[in-house]
């Protein structure tokens, strides 16, 4: 069974940083193309950023450009997100996501669609 564990999720001012990670497991994970989502109260889920399963290839919500970047270590089967100079309009449930034995080195998946797994999410409130 595949499982996607979010951590890192909290309380943080305006301008501060958080490292949310995501832990797979029941998975290939170095097969896999990994995604951070997020969905605020009453909107959509959105991309916030894809990671290929090399970790060569990354996409960005034009939102989070130059303050958000993705990351990840295979051989811990985890992907962190960096989130530097939040802002309040980045507040939301942060998700990580999976799609499994996605061969594309460079372009990840972009859409909610693209994924097959999901963890729970974990709160990021970001401050005024």
């Known amino acids: 069974q595949v499982q996607l564990v979010e951590s890192g999720g909290g309380l943080v001012q305006a301008g501060g940083s958080l490292r949310l990670s995501c832990a797979a497991s029941?998975?290939?994970?170095?097969?896999?193309?990994m995604g951070w989502f997020r969905q605020a109260p009453g909107k959509e889920r959105e991309l916030v950023s894809g990671i290929s399963r090399s970790g060569s290839g990354t996409t960005y919500a034009d939102s989070v450009k130059g303050r958000f970047t993705a990351s990840r270590d295979n051989a811990k089967s985890t992907v962190y997100l960096q989130m530097n100079s939040l802002k309040p309009e980045d507040t939301a449930v942060y998700y990580c996501a999976a799609r499994r034995d996605y061969s594309t080195i460079y372009f990840p998946p972009t859409k909610a669609a693209d994924y097959d797994y999901w963890g729970q999410g974990t709160q990021v409130t970001v401050s005024s």
């Open positions: 029941g998975l290939t994970f170095s097969s896999a193309a």
